[in-house]
């Protein structure tokens, strides 16, 4: 019982804190793929609550803390083999920001594709420039790199912040954290969405 309250308890800090982090304005990605949309389903095995009785929780404390949380329900997940969609929404060229398809085996990146729909140039870009052949994996990560990026992003103090989650995995979905300007650390913005497992090597 105890343990189920201060997973309510820290859920609720959690949301409390993103929306004291957020503003209404959000970037306008040039195709936003879609989240899944699910009721979301917490871990809640174990003795030892989360929080203790009575502990004050700041806020860039409660959002590891739900990072942690939603870290544990992806440790749930069926298979470390699988693909999703996403995009950079941060970037000089339309390529940088371009829908790709990732593809993860046991846990490391295996292959990035252009998606489908994958918006490559606009016209912004200089004279002579050609779009790779194949997006440049070191540009992507697998959702535990994902996750390693929005906590070290997290632990620099940023101006704001906006996370969401997929609720039967969670996996980040949708991350927005901007920084001042003369803090030196470059903002962050993407989507993930439609992520499901694949074949591939035994577990």
Known sequence: MKRTVSLVL????????LTACSSDAEPTPTARPAPTVRPTTIPTGGDSPILPAGAEVDRKTAMLLGIDLHRQLWAT??????KFGFQWNVGELAYEKANVEVRVIK?????????????KTDG????????????????YY??????AVIQEAIESDPLRVSLGFDSV??????????F???NGHK????FAAQLVPIAGPPE
């Open 107 to 119: 846990s490391d990146i295996d292959e990035v594709s252009w998606a489908d729909n994958a918006v």
């Open 142 to 147: 697998s959702i535990d790199g994902l996750f």
């Open 187 to 190: 903002d962050i913005s993407f």
């Open 180 to 182: 001042a300007p003369d």
């Open 169 to 178: 995995f969670g996996f980040p979905t949708s991350v927005v954290i901007e």
């Open 124 to 139: 912004t870009e200089p004279d002579g420039f050609e779009v790779p052949a194949e997006p440049d994996l070191s540009d």
């Open 10 to 17: 820290l859920v609720a800090i959690f949301a409390v804190s």
């Open 77 to 82: 997940r069926p298979s470390s083999n699988y």
